[in-house]
């Protein structure tokens, strides 16, 4: 394809040159899929829409032309501001809109009916859109579809969700061609497999990716402490970074942490430098000002977390600085990618340490970052909750044929190798609820019609699955407000968990304010402000991170060094305490500390086996340890350990892995486990199964609503093989290992275990006290904690501490 | 299996673990609050299918506490159906596994809101019913005494030195008795919420459920 005249004035009138992947993707323009994948700044975007611009420059035509999705709302505002910009410069007939969860609805309803010819989307709202009855209207003249970002989609069910949905729009137009733009990625030709319709070819341009970035750990006079996210202690280098530099983004692991840094960094900020907050708790209204402010250029740095993660374009960006370890090196590199968007300078980025094992961590993640090693994250196959709701979907749309449906799914790179059973299982699962015991026959949710297509049985039915679209799995927020006669200034939202340990009075943070808790009205959490210097902090999301194993491999050797003189001063210190009070890990056998701390038994257990093996280290070993009567309360597990804590000390780590012990009675343990109800209930609301809560439904009190863990349970129960539950054991293990590498294992290490009672918490151990993550257990010890607390309550309210459990209870049989 | 002896207007009773109560003098068994086919009426009302298995699994452990105690009475304190309809549609197999329960004991069915109507399901059928010096009804009325009640599914969350621990809970105060939901598909309301902590004596204590019922102060909220 040429470049219209008019566009190409448009480059020389910029100055600018076409990128070499730019005329790539215009020559490309009819291939059937294409994968891009370049740099940030280097002209992405517009090389994904430039084969639009230019057809619709040479034919100007009605209705909509070219998709576009990205993960995030933000992103889809962005590009549009991006792309309206050049396309109105260049005096092109396009009408370019955004649709998402924050579209005003009559302009969705504008939308359905007159389809702009660029229509910037999310994968939520698409399958939303693919739901309706006029779909094949909407999309009737469709050409391309744009996946950006799609490295981040890759990852997640947002994919899966996304790929379903345009395996429905490629059913209305076969014609439609599909580009993918990604960050660099360690495996292309898995990216090129998901975003080709299965079994079509998709081609993979490589963009020039730039100069390799600039990239150090921030060494500070003060030293970091043992444990703890905050980075409070790097205050004052950090500003002075901020100082130095034009534009200063600072990401954070997580929103509890940005939102303490924040504080912190106004409290030291004596020059009144312009700094700002962003994360995806904020209010609405408040991240757009943010938004805009960058896009001015009126902010000097922008505290951030994921939520800034992806590729807005934000111009002016000369250094990234990472608080804490960067847990995943490909993130980390993207991140990267977001400092200095010219195309031709190296990024700047820091790494701040917030304790001293994240300086160990930073080091070899300096080093995987040099080595070009980025974290490889094999998906498996597609899941099968997913589909499910697509099966709903799909019905919402109007009557669907199964041979045509399981046709279009088995397009996907992710479900190719789905069988027809599977499917009809997932199908069945939707008609019926697919339970051994038949009992809807009058209650199906869809019915086989006499043509042999499948329909709702009550059309009304839509509207609810309408409502429960999507993958994310949100836990219950309520927004916050300040308090005012008639509904005062929306502040963001925080977890409701959180928000019910809330006393009047009590004060916490929230985008970067102190404020005071007031009380709760129609579940909106009332506040005013407070100009308190020390809040009780705000619990966001426990941010699960993907992590990374090859970090374990490359720390573990610095391990088996005698001294490190690379390392700061204080960090060399630290190690060597660790070996003195205890030892370092080791390769070939496994050190195991026990503790107490904080009133109760700790064990730590240093596999260096990565998250998934150390998660399933952790619900073994907390089955051995109930059956030993040692009574353990939960356990978390990081890329490097797994710690445990309880009620009762261990003294011989030998019986824990009985390798035969371990084996035995596996299943009822892991059925029980609040791992596999977390992920049944993640599963089941994407099903189809529970449907999401509904403010009103919470409004209305919790009474009527019950545990999704008691569904779980009734299936575990009377219908064991059912496929919701094989559902939930496959979602499970994908962040577990097979039970065999744990054998493997415990058999490798066999005696080689190092058992140390230091008597009090290590150096190495402390960093996993702050994990986010923790797995509770429900076993005999919290019958023992019921009944001491009973008792002490009883005491102190004057009452009989001891109440009569006479044998009386056996008098009347 | 354990239980929790109290007093109420002079008539000894027993808090199972179950969330049964007994009342040994009158060889009496209660439970509340069964909503026996619930899974069907939601299948019906909003279209989603839940695991059909909730009636078969309330009537498994009412038969066992049945089977346990040997009770010549056994009251259902309201709410023992989800609807009317729920109760109409029961599987034959469930129908028969009641009259086999019922079969040599005087069975007595409280109205609840949920179900204000006869059933076809034998037994007797009252608003409430009165047993000196105790009376058994559905909803609890402020200012009665010697009340068993249920209706509310009360739960109380106890802050232990490890973690919060939530639990269906008897309340019980001089005047009356709350029961927890016997039903499996059932949730609960904390007795922190006003309505609870209106009707309960400031002495009340909760009785929390499991294996082995710890008594406690009754969590109490702003009214």
Redesign the interface.
Known sequence: MQLPQTISDWFTAKGWQVHPHQVQMLDRADAPCTLLIAPTGGGKTLAGFLPTLADLADHPRDGLHTLYISPLKALAADIKRNLTTPVTEMGLPIRIEDRTGDTPASRKRRQRADPPHILLTTPESLALLVSYEDAPRMFAGLRRVIVDEIHALAESKRGDQLFLALSRLQGICPDLRRVGLSATVEDPPAIARLLARHPDPCEILLADPGPAPDIAMLTTDQAPPWAGGGAAYAIPAVLEQVKAHRTTLIFHNTRAQAELFFHNLWLANEDSLPIAIHHGSLDRQQRERVEAAMVRGDLRAIVCTGSLDLGIDWGDVDLVIQIGAPKNVKRLVQRIGRANHRYNAPSKALLVPANRFEVVECVAALDAVRAGALDGDPRGPGPRDVLCQHILIAAAAGPFDADDLYAEVTGIGAYAALTRDAFDACLDFCA??G?A?R??D????LQKRADGRWQL??PR?AQ?IRMNIGTIQDTDTLKVRLKASRGGKPLGEIEEGFAASLSPGDTFLIGGEIVRYEGLREMVVEVTRRADRKPKIATFMGTKFATSTQLSARILHMFAEDDWPDLPAHTRDWLHLQRKVSRLPQAGRLLIESFPHD??ENMVVYGFAGRNAQQTLGLLLTKRLEEMGLNP??FVATDYATLIWG?DRLTDPAPLFDIAALRAGVDTWLAGNAVMKRTFRASATIA????RNTPSARKS???????SD??HD??V???PT?LMLQITRDEAMRGLVDFGRIEEMAARVGTRIDHVTPGRITPLAAPLFLEPGRV?IKGL???R??????DR??AS?G?DPA????P??R??? | MNGHMFTLAGAELIAMGTGALWWPERSLLCVSDLHLGKSERVARRQGTILPPYDTRDTMTRLAADVARSQARVVVCLGDSFDDLGAAGSLPEEERLWIARLQAGRRWVWIEGNHDPGPVDLGGTHLAELPLAPLTFRHVARAGASGEISGHYHPKADILTRARLISRPAFLADSDRVILPAYGSYTGGLRSTAPELSRLMRSEAIAILTGPQPHAVPMPRGAI
């Open positions: 019926t609820g339970y015991l009992a809807y009058r209650w199906q949710r049985r009550d039915a609810r009133g109760r309360l939960g009620l189809g199964l529970i449907e009190g919790r009474q009527a609503t019950f545990s008691i569904l009734t299936l129960k009377y219908d059912h509770p010890a919290e019958e904690l019921l009944a001491e607390e009973a309550l009883l309210a009452l109440p009569p459990r006479r009386g209870w008098v009347p049989y």
